[in-house]
């Protein structure tokens, strides 16, 4: 893979997701409806992370792109 992510920002997107529900994390940093997947992706490399909640809570999305645990952040946009 060719391609590497824009990056969206350099923080998590604290997000209340809803138990249940499926979202689709954004992986090329293009969506305009960050943190989710918006179709910009079309004609590359990239597709979007399926993400179902387990509980209603409060999750932090990546949005640098980077992460390890994707689409979840785990603090890799303070290396970058």
Same mark, same amino acid.
């Given at each position: 893979?060719?391609?590497?992510?824009?990056?969206?920002?350099?923080?998590?997107?604290?997000?209340?997701?809803?138990?249940?529900?499926?979202?689709?994390?954004?992986?090329?940093?293009?969506?305009?409806?960050?943190?989710?997947?918006?179709?910009?992706?079309?004609g590359s490399?990239?597709?979007?992370? &399926?993400?179902?909640?387990?509980?209603? &809570?409060?999750?932090?999305?990546?949005?640098?792109?980077?992460?390890? &645990?994707?689409?979840?952040?785990?603090?890799?946009h303070?290396?970058?």
């Amino acid at each position: 893979m060719t391609d590497t992510p824009e990056i969206a920002q350099k923080a998590p997107f604290p997000v209340e997701v809803e138990e249940g529900k499926t979202y689709f994390w954004c992986a090329c940093g293009k969506s305009a409806k960050q943190p989710f997947c918006d179709g910009s992706h079309k004609g590359s490399d990239f597709a979007p992370v &399926k993400y179902t909640a387990e509980a209603s &809570k409060k999750v932090f999305f990546c949005g640098c792109k980077n992460s390890a &645990k994707r689409p979840l952040c785990d603090g890799t946009h303070s290396k970058l």
